[in-house]
């Protein structure tokens, strides 16, 4: 049932159960079947837990076996007490397998393949600011959204990067399972990186659905998280121009 290659960094999930599925004439007996697959849901948990410790570097070729995935949400589904046969729902399992392989489609990507080559020669040795970046992620602890704005600023070396490659970027990090601590300072890395710049410079702030809509329920909450490299760190004119350029923090709900 279960054929896992292996070369080096390059994954490819292949399985074989929808046949067994097909194979199922009545809605209990697929349920049945669903409800009774824990090897194989026990596997998959930890082929994506193995995929969200990767580090920045590493790229994965992955084929998204929707069928599959969608049996598994159909699975919880069922668990909550929902019945899979209802008009809402009959193709609600594959519709949130889809959403999901998107939503994590950062882990198929590697930082020089978003960036392109769009790294240019330029004698500006002052601040870039890109500000206002929007993104979504999704909490690893709960698997809930957390959503908000990103600020980056860079001391050119001699290299830019270009505009949209700064949000590229952040995309590419925040569609993972993610907490926002480790997502700014990834962005960070990746343009220092890229850039080989004199320092970076960012800032997010979100909003967290697992402290909103569940939890402590703080409905005006939001969190800023900073990261900071090279000159930022010891030079503090740099460091205020930054801070001074960057908006207020502004409440979930405005």
Not at 11 to 17: D, E, F, K, V
Not at 214 to 224: A, C, F, I, L, N
């Amino acid at each position: 049932m279960w054929d896992i290659i292996s070369t080096n960094v390059n994954l490819i999930l292949h399985i074989n159960s929808s046949k067994v599925f097909d194979k199922c004439s009545k809605s209990d007996e697929k349920i049945s079947f669903l409800l009774n697959q824990s090897l194989f849901y026990d596997k998959l948990c930890i082929f994506l837990l193995d995929a969200s410790n990767m580090s920045n570097s590493d790229t994965v070729n992955f084929i998204h076996d929707y069928e599959i995935l969608s049996k598994h949400y159909a699975q919880i589904i069922s668990s909550a007490g929902e019945d899979l046969t209802r008009d809402g729902l009959i193709d609600t399992p594959m519709r949130a397998a889809k959403a999901f392989g998107y939503l994590t489609r950062g882990y198929h990507q590697d930082l020089a393949t978003v960036a392109n080559n769009a790294i240019f020669d330029s004698d500006n040795p002052e601040l870039v600011l890109v500000q206002n970046i929007e993104f979504y992620s999704l909490c690893e602890h709960h698997l809930l959204p957390f959503y908000g704005v990103a600020h980056v600023g860079y001391l050119p070396d001699g290299k830019v990067l270009g505009l949209s490659k700064v949000a590229r970027i952040i995309d590419m990090y925040a569609r993972r399972l993610q907490i926002q601590e480790n997502l700014t300072k990834q962005v960070a890395s990746a343009i220092e990186e890229l850039t080989g710049c004199r320092g970076v410079a960012v800032i997010m702030d979100a909003c967290h659905m697992c402290m909103m809509m569940r939890g402590v329920g703080k409905q005006q909450s939001t969190t800023r998280t900073t990261s900071m490299l090279g000159e930022f760190t010891t030079n503090h004119d740099a460091r205020r121009e930054f801070l001074d350029a960057v908006p207020r923090r502004m409440p979930a709900f405005g």
